[in-house]
């Protein structure tokens, strides 16, 4: 128990409530910590939310199909993240995409009546909570727009303008395989070496195992 009240508190989130609390909710039921191993699915696709999910620690990731019934990752969660957040108290709170563990990790859940109560009996969470919800609901309606409906090439120069800016140089730096950049840009593997080979032939990059060089203007 001890070990999961020093993970709550560690959460930014939840770091104004005592440790006495946490221990009373986590005893009567109101908190309750899940175990998931890796490749465990989480939601299905339409799946109703009836719950808040923090992770507390591992990592979550949201995946969706492809037209070949391929299972892509779409974005990417850690210890400190919200899932469902915005679904909660929503008209339609059905989760749009399947949400499963990468690696092993674990969630904090808390049912819909309890987030209610601490809304109004705790001021600084219910601030940080809809800051969070605020936040993080443009950056992931980015990253999904990100992925659906572009071409492989709009993904892969959409990739390399940030990693760009980021490290500000056209050589940018790998810190990941072809492969895991294929899932992180939720396409086939084989796609994507067959797009930077397209690019490369069309002089607009060249690139090695570690890196890729922008030669052009690969925006016009």
Do not use: W
């Given at each position: 128990?001890?070990?999961?009240?020093?993970?709550?508190?560690?959460?930014?989130?939840?770091?104004?409530?005592?440790?006495?609390?946490i221990l009373n909710n986590l005893r009567d039921g109101s908190f309750r910590v899940?175990?998931?191993m890796k490749d465990n699915i989480l939601h299905f696709d339409g799946e109703r939310?009836?719950?808040?999910?923090?992770?507390?620690?591992?990592?979550?990731?949201?995946?969706?199909?492809?037209?070949?019934?391929?299972?892509?990752?779409?974005?990417?969660?850690?210890?400190?993240?919200?899932?469902?957040?915005?679904?909660?108290?929503?008209?339609?709170?059905?989760?749009?995409?399947?949400?499963?563990?990468?690696?092993?990790?674990?969630?904090?859940?808390?049912?819909?009546?309890?987030?209610?109560?601490?809304?109004?009996?705790?001021?600084?969470?219910?601030?940080?909570?809809?800051?969070?919800?605020?936040?993080?609901?443009?950056?992931?309606?980015?990253?999904?727009?990100?992925?659906?409906?572009?071409?492989?090439?709009?993904?892969?120069?959409?990739?390399?303008?940030?990693?760009?800016?980021?490290?500000?140089?056209?050589?940018?730096?790998?810190?990941?395989?072809?492969?895991?950049?294929?899932?992180?840009?939720?396409?086939?593997?084989?796609?994507?070496?067959?797009?930077?080979?397209?690019?490369?032939?069309?002089?607009?990059?060249?690139?090695?195992?570690?890196?890729?060089?922008?030669?052009?203007?690969?925006?016009?």
């Open positions: 128990m001890k070990k999961y009240i020093d993970l709550i508190k560690n959460i930014d989130l939840l770091n104004s409530i005592s440790d006495k609390n899940v175990s998931y939310c009836r719950k808040f999910e923090l992770i507390l620690s591992g990592k979550i990731i949201i995946n969706r199909i492809d037209e070949s019934g391929n299972l892509l990752n779409i974005s990417e969660f850690y210890a400190g993240d919200i899932l469902g957040g915005n679904l909660l108290f929503s008209k339609n709170p059905y989760y749009p995409m399947t949400i499963s563990a990468s690696q092993p990790s674990l969630i904090l859940e808390i049912n819909r009546e309890k987030l209610f109560n601490m809304f109004t009996d705790d001021h600084i969470f219910l601030r940080k909570y809809l800051q969070y919800i605020s936040d993080n609901a443009n950056i992931l309606g980015d990253k999904i727009k990100h992925f659906i409906n572009k071409t492989i090439r709009e993904k892969v120069i959409n990739f390399l303008e940030y990693e760009a800016k980021k490290q500000n140089s056209n050589y940018i730096k790998l810190n990941i395989t072809k492969t895991a950049l294929a899932e992180k840009l939720g396409v086939q593997r084989t796609s994507l070496s067959r797009e930077l080979a397209k690019m490369r032939k069309e002089g607009l990059i060249s690139f090695d195992a570690k890196s890729i060089t922008i030669l052009d203007d690969i925006y016009k």
